[in-house]
């Protein structure tokens, strides 16, 4: 389950970055692209700790 989770971050934050380039009508978002990234390694760096277990 965290990995799926882990996979749909890193994607909408490839969405979020290569996005406005390849489509433009997808609107540039900025900060929000950080965010996810930085949701989806924290999240990679629990799991592989064993911190957290889904």
């Given at each position: 389950m965290l990995i799926a989770i882990i996979v749909i971050l890193v994607l909408l934050w490839l969405l979020g970055f290569l996005g406005?380039?390849?489509i433009p009508s997808i609107p540039r978002t900025g900060g929000v692209v950080?965010?996810?990234l930085v949701i989806a390694v924290i999240l990679?760096?629990?799991y592989v700790l064993g911190i957290?277990?889904?």
């Open positions: 406005p380039r390849a950080h965010i996810l990679l760096v629990l957290v277990n889904f």
